[in-house]
């Protein structure tokens, strides 16, 4: 007769000695029972230690044992206890059942469930729903508690405080980073310098950053440290809290729990007055929601332009010429904040050489692109400025038009796709022309939708009493281009010597290589080769 296959899974939810002791007991006791049966051959025994069981999420063990019994190699899993398995009522029954359809039960011992028996879902369900309810009431009182500890001035969280060490729920001087500190605080309230500055004379001066990935200073750092009650001696406590017990997702605290507050909770690392200026000075130079929103969608491009050579962010500069003609340019962030590519005081590699591309050259290249593909960039923004103009600059119009002109360029490209993969052997030719008929069709009810708009926004254009100036109506045009084009870029890759244009609607990218002539305002860009390659 054939051995059945058995595993067994154990699980504490701390790292602590007693628990730890109490896993190795475990398995021990599913070891020793495994064998003493004639007919069973074991396949080990799986532990996780230190994992909650309310998600299965992080469990490695356990997802290498179901993985081990969905490929067949287990016939039927051990286990203590259901709040043992999971917490979590719909993983337990997603899981058991899924197992179920390959064969395989899952025997609770404790419990006396057996899921391989007709009743044993039924009954598992039950026990399910009440460890769940049991790990429900226990996070609550876990968190009642520790909010009482916190009233009392007990720190939470790990010894990762830039500036202080944490232990025993009490913060310390850590005096080698106070200094540092003292230093940014010193530089922002009194010296007016900005954070993007304040970290580069940091990495400059050699002076070792918190613990990052990165390894160097940025803004952000510098502003979190000018953010933190913590160096004027207070604390505040619940800034994070986790919503559902389940997933222990932590989210930022949006008012479902009030914060713990203690002011003058420890020794502090800056005066008081300080630290209340550099608060007044932060809010004094934070720009308002206004002048976020009009700058988060004053350009096309912004967020779509990377670094070929480091990765970072392009961002926007603008200065003045002699003349005083407006002059803008696409940056690599790493190099407006952190200067040309060198070495700091550890040896890291910081800023970046990638070379600056004016403003004025990345639209010649997105002319030249759009040309290149045959999409009527210019019919499709005289459609759009005219219903910016109908609707008095309002956006809903424009986005509907560009809405459409963006289906419109994604079609196309699944129709070159489709075409690409005739090409490869993937598709028949019948299937290739089902495709290219339903594609066509697609494209028709579209260009129906497109006319009926052109010819409203033609009848209102009538109706207001003729035609605007041609400078605005130029002007609309340029803005109404832009927003096609924001609907079409997926991203702008800035490389040594060629732009890479991913659009949505193509599953490859344009290399595009060019070269500019002139000087200030004449400058001329000439687009010298335009290649399709495979996006990396």
């Known amino acids: 007769m054939k051995k059945l296959r058995v595993a067994a899974y154990c699980r504490v939810s701390t790292d602590q000695d007693d628990q730890r002791n109490s896993l190795q007991s475990q398995q021990r006791y599913f070891d020793d029972y495994m064998r003493s049966q004639e007919n069973w051959e074991s396949v080990g025994v799986?532990?996780?230690?230190?994992?909650?069981?309310?998600?299965?999420?992080k469990r490695r063990a356990f997802h290498r044992m179901i993985a081990l019994a969905e490929r067949g190699e287990i016939d039927l899993i051990l286990t203590k206890e259901v709040s043992r398995f999971a917490r979590n009522t719909v993983d337990t029954l997603e899981i058991t059942r899924r197992l179920k359809e390959r064969g395989v039960g899952v025997l609770f011992l404790v419990d006396n469930i057996d899921t391989r028996e007709n009743d044993g879902e039924f009954r598992l369900s039950i026990m399910a729903s009440v460890a769940q309810e049991e790990s429900r009431k226990t996070s609550e009182r876990v968190r009642w508690g520790q909010r009482r500890q916190m009233e009392r001035g007990v720190v939470f969280g790990n010894n990762s405080i830039y500036g202080f060490d944490l232990k025993g729920g009490r913060?310390?001087?850590?005096?080698?980073?106070?200094?540092?500190?003292?230093h940014i605080f010193h530089k922002f309230a009194v010296e007016g310098k900005g954070?993007?500055?304040?970290?580069?004379?940091?990495?400059?001066?050699?002076?070792?950053?918190?613990?990052?990935?990165?390894?160097?200073?940025?803004?952000?750092?510098?502003?979190?440290?000018l953010r933190n009650e913590k160096f004027a001696g207070d604390l505040l406590q619940k800034k994070h809290i986790t919503k559902n017990y389940l997933t222990h997702k932590k989210t930022l605290n949006d008012g479902s729990e009030e914060p713990v507050y203690i002011r003058a909770h420890h020794e502090a690392v800056v005066e008081r007055a300080l630290f209340e200026h550099a608060q007044a000075e932060l809010a004094r130079r934070a720009p308002s929601a206004e002048q976020r929103t009009r700058y988060s969608n004053r350009y096309w491009c912004s967020g779509r332009i990377q670094c070929g050579g480091c990765g970072s962010r392009f961002i926007l500069r603008v200065s003045r010429r002699e003349n005083c003609a407006e002059y803008r340019a696409w940056v690599c962030r790493a190099r407006a904040h952190e200067g040309h590519r060198k070495r700091d005081a550890q040896g890291r590699p910081t800023g970046c050489d990638m070379r600056i591309v004016s403003d004025q050259t990345l639209q010649a290249c997105m002319q030249y692109l759009m040309r290149a593909l045959d999409v009527d960039t210019?019919?499709?923004?005289?459609h759009l400025a005219a219903a910016i103009r109908s609707q008095g600059g309002g956006r809903d119009g424009a986005a509907e038009i560009g809405t459409l002109q963006a289906r419109r360029a994604q079609t196309l490209g699944k129709q070159e796709a489709a075409m690409d993969a005739f090409l490869s052997g993937v598709l028949t030719r019948e299937e290739l022309e089902r495709m290219q008929t339903r594609y066509r069709g697609e494209l028709a009810a579209i260009d129906r939708k497109i006319a009926g708009l052109e010819e409203q926004q033609e009848k209102t254009r009538a109706a207001q009493g003729g035609a605007e100036p041609l400078a605005a109506r130029l002007r609309e045009q340029a803005v109404a281009s832009q927003a096609v084009w924001r609907e079409l870029v997926e991203r702008i890759t800035v490389c040594?010597?060629?732009?890479?244009?991913?659009?949505?609607?193509?599953?490859?990218?344009f290399d595009l290589r060019?070269?500019?002539?002139?000087?200030?305002?004449?400058?001329?860009?000439?687009?010298?080769?335009?290649?399709?390659?495979?996006?990396?």
């Open 195 to 225: 954070t993007h500055v304040i970290a580069r004379e940091l990495s400059e001066e050699g002076i070792a950053p918190p613990r990052t990935a990165t390894g160097i200073w940025s803004s952000t750092m510098v502003l979190r440290i």
């Open 171 to 182: 913060l310390t001087i850590r005096e080698d980073e106070a200094e540092v500190v003292r």
């Open 378 to 382: 210019d019919r499709i923004a005289r």
């Open 46 to 57: 799986f532990a996780d230690e230190g994992i909650t069981g309310t998600s299965t999420r």
């Open 496 to 509: 040594e010597d060629r732009l890479r244009i991913k659009l949505y609607a193509f599953p490859r990218a």
């Open 514 to 536: 060019y070269t500019t002539s002139g000087r200030g305002g004449n400058v001329v860009t000439t687009v010298i080769r335009c290649d399709m390659e495979d996006d990396a």
